[in-house]
């Protein structure tokens, strides 16, 4: 793989920040939380150099409908937060899903609920980033497992908001929002970013259309263009093809299945997940995040003792990668999910199984991480009395 010149010695949330910046991010909007506090510092201190504006809100409410209205005026907007602030987040995330406003929400995770143990990491909020907003909706979630993966994935949040026309959650927890790794930046050649298409001038009599699918495929809106450029109507009240509110049945119909089906119907497209020692693989572990780190070296030493076992990573937490995983865990005998919760992620696998399959939970809620030996000794006892879910 093709190097630059720059190897970097970054923090997790660090390379968040330098992510989101290299993505074209330059709003920030946030409130001072932990984990997440080193985002805010970051930006507030690089935003400025490239000609970005950093805000410390009030609040998260404030901060989340912040970037919301930057996003609208035609800038690649973010902000950072955890637990206790995703919980405020909520209806503003709904907001942005129903206008169809390209964010990023970041949510370094930590244990709870309430104000649970800030310095402890947790995975509790697996739930939350799914159905966390009201009403019936699509969303997207990405968790990176290393520093390396937080600054990539951070790029690829911008660029899914930007194509998808949505909000993006990016999550990580208190350990890999605060872990410090080596490596190189990668070269421009392997970035991808896509661009806001926000210079665009309307034709003489053009009117834009900010929420229609006619002339666009599979259900995907037009891409946003600046305001003062092109003028239309924002609501989160079900609303028509021009933006203004239209409380008609149909019309209630026809948005909600296209804002679930814009991100269902390209799912095999949007989902990523690693597959790690998956050929001959019997049992499978499953983990996501700083515990799939665990998780690969418990494979690494079971193999080692002549169990095959392998790994199987979502890296793209919502949509679930439902193909590739329903495929991957069709022919093994145990299936064995490792999360720091009381198997929330768990609860989706189950139905992903085919009937027979032996299917066990490690979890964990006591702000310490899952360390590969338990994640092995939980296998071993599995293989030895088989449980059923």
């Given at each position: 793989?093709p190097?630059?010149?720059?190897?970097?010695?970054?923090?997790?949330?660090?390379?968040?920040?330098?992510?989101a910046?290299?993505?074209?991010?330059?709003?920030?909007?946030?409130?001072?939380?932990?984990?997440?506090?080193?985002?805010?510092?970051?930006?507030?201190?690089?935003?400025?150099?490239v000609?970005g504006?950093?805000?410390q809100?009030?609040?998260?409410?404030?901060?989340?409908?912040?970037?919301?209205?930057?996003?609208?005026a035609?800038?690649?907007?973010?902000?950072?937060?955890?637990g206790?602030?995703f919980?405020?987040?909520q209806?503003?995330?709904?907001?942005?899903?129903?206008?169809?406003?390209?964010?990023?929400?970041?949510?370094?995770?930590?244990a709870?609920p309430?104000?649970?143990?800030?310095?402890?990491?947790s995975?509790?909020?697996?739930?939350?980033a799914?159905?966390?907003?009201h009403?019936?909706?699509?969303i997207?979630?990405?968790?990176?497992s290393?520093?390396e993966?937080?600054?990539?994935?951070?790029?690829k949040a911008?660029?899914?908001?930007?194509?998808?026309?949505?909000p993006?959650?990016l999550?990580?927890?208190?350990?890999l929002?605060h872990?410090?790794?080596?490596?190189?930046?990668p070269?421009?050649?392997?970035?991808e970013i896509?661009?806001?298409?926000?210079?665009?001038?309307l034709?003489?009599?053009?009117?834009?259309?900010?929420?229609?699918e006619?002339?666009?495929?599979?259900?995907l809106?037009?891409t946003?263009v600046?305001?003062?450029?092109?003028?239309?109507?924002?609501?989160?009240?079900v609303?028509?093809?021009?933006?203004?509110?239209?409380?008609?049945?149909?019309?209630?119909?026809?948005?909600?299945?296209?804002?679930?089906?814009?991100?269902?119907l390209h799912?095999?497209?949007?989902?990523?997940?690693?597959?790690?020692?998956?050929?001959?693989?019997?049992?499978?572990?499953?983990?996501?995040?700083t515990?799939?780190?665990?998780?690969?070296?418990?494979?690494?030493?079971?193999?080692a003792?002549?169990i095959?076992?392998?790994?199987?990573?979502?890296?793209?937490?919502?949509p679930?990668?439902?193909?590739?995983m329903?495929?991957?865990l069709?022919?093994?005998?145990?299936?064995?999910?490792?999360?720091?919760?009381?198997g929330?992620?768990?609860?989706?696998?189950?139905?992903l199984?085919?009937?027979?399959?032996?299917?066990?939970?490690?979890?964990?809620?006591?702000?310490?991480?899952?360390?590969?030996?338990?994640?092995?000794?939980?296998l071993?006892?599995?293989?030895?009395?088989?449980?059923?879910?």
């Amino acid at each position: 793989m093709p190097k630059s010149s720059r190897m970097v010695f970054w923090q997790g949330n660090e390379a968040c920040a330098y992510g989101a910046i290299r993505a074209g991010c330059r709003f920030y909007a946030g409130y001072p939380i932990t984990p997440s506090s080193e985002i805010a510092e970051t930006m507030a201190r690089e935003l400025p150099k490239v000609g970005g504006v950093f805000v410390q809100m009030e609040d998260e409410i404030a901060s989340a409908a912040a970037i919301i209205g930057a996003s609208l005026a035609g800038v690649k907007s973010m902000t950072a937060t955890s637990g206790p602030g995703f919980s405020l987040m909520q209806e503003a995330i709904g907001y942005a899903i129903m206008t169809e406003t390209p964010t990023v929400f970041v949510d370094v995770m930590r244990a709870g609920p309430s104000t649970g143990m800030p310095t402890k990491p947790s995975q509790g909020d697996i739930m939350q980033a799914r159905w966390g907003t009201h009403g019936d909706h699509a969303i997207i979630a990405l968790y990176p497992s290393t520093v390396e993966e937080v600054y990539r994935y951070t790029i690829k949040a911008f660029n899914l908001a930007e194509e998808y026309r949505t909000p993006v959650i990016l999550l990580m927890d208190e350990v890999l929002g605060h872990m410090y790794e080596n490596f190189y930046l990668p070269p421009d050649s392997e970035i991808e970013i896509v661009e806001r298409i926000s210079s665009r001038e309307l034709e003489e009599g053009e009117i834009f259309v900010p929420f229609s699918e006619t002339e666009y495929a599979e259900h995907l809106p037009p891409t946003l263009v600046e305001m003062g450029k092109a003028k239309f109507h924002v609501s989160g009240l079900v609303h028509d093809e021009s933006g203004f509110p239209m409380a008609v049945a149909e019309t209630a119909e026809r948005l909600i299945r296209r804002l679930v089906n814009k991100i269902k119907l390209h799912i095999d497209k949007i989902a990523e997940c690693e597959e790690y020692m998956l050929e001959d693989a019997e049992s499978v572990i499953i983990a996501y995040g700083t515990v799939a780190r665990s998780a690969k070296e418990a494979v690494n030493i079971a193999r080692a003792e002549g169990i095959k076992v392998g790994l199987l990573r979502p890296i793209t937490i919502w949509p679930i990668p439902v193909n590739q995983m329903r495929k991957k865990l069709a022919n093994v005998q145990n299936v064995l999910v490792a999360e720091m919760n009381l198997g929330q992620y768990a609860s989706e696998v189950v139905k992903l199984i085919k009937p027979g399959t032996k299917l066990r939970v490690l979890s964990r809620v006591n702000g310490e991480l899952i360390a590969p030996h338990e994640i092995l000794d939980e296998l071993n006892n599995m293989l030895l009395e088989g449980v059923d879910f």
